[in-house]
């Protein structure tokens, strides 16, 4: 269902240049069409091909954030199962913070975490929607501390920008 538990480790690793189903702030897929907000200047593409939607490095933080979606109109899964899919791989988990928000007009479970990935500490927070028949999830992924403060910077108008934009058009 959802990818990125693997696409986390890989993120990790990869730096390259984004794909092509990305014009301006509309990404477009077999899938799914929505609008992202602004991840900021220091942030660089990733390549993700088949594991996520879009995703990007900031170097200055060691940061990645990520956005996916998986569309299955038959899926009716509560958003806590679905964020714990998301941490599969993480070990040592230490809730930080977990609550509902407003996201593009519906209901989206916002969680903070602290965890271990193949032993390497992170600090993560997540978002998940549902949506028409779409599951988004968003991820920001860092060093523990500092590093999670200022990339925060860059992934929070990243989500709150976010909206689905349906059967409509890429200019």
């Not at 928000?101 to 479970?109: F, I, Q, S």
């Amino acid at each position: 269902m959802l990818r990125l538990p693997a696409a986390l480790g890989s993120a990790l690793l990869l730096v390259a240049c984004g794909g092509p189903r990305l014009r301006g702030a509309e990404f477009r897929d077999d899938e799914a069409h929505y609008r992202i907000g602004p991840v900021g200047a220091r942030w660089t593409p990733l390549a993700v091909e088949d594991q996520n939607d879009l995703a990007w490095r900031d170097p200055s933080t060691d940061a990645i954030v990520q956005v996916n979606a998986t569309c299955d109109p038959g899926a009716d899964v509560p958003l806590t199962a679905l964020t714990n899919h998301l941490l599969a791989g993480f070990t040592a988990r230490e809730l930080r913070g977990e609550g509902l928000v407003p996201l593009d007009g519906r209901e989206a479970l916002r969680t903070h975490v602290l965890a271990r990935l193949d032993g390497v500490p992170r600090e993560l927070l997540l978002y998940v929607l549902k949506k028409d028949g779409c599951i988004y999830d968003f991820a920001l992924v860092t060093p523990p501390g500092d590093p999670f403060e200022r990339a925060l910077e860059g992934f929070e108008p990243f989500v709150s920008g976010f909206r689905t934009l349906g059967g409509e058009a890429l200019p």
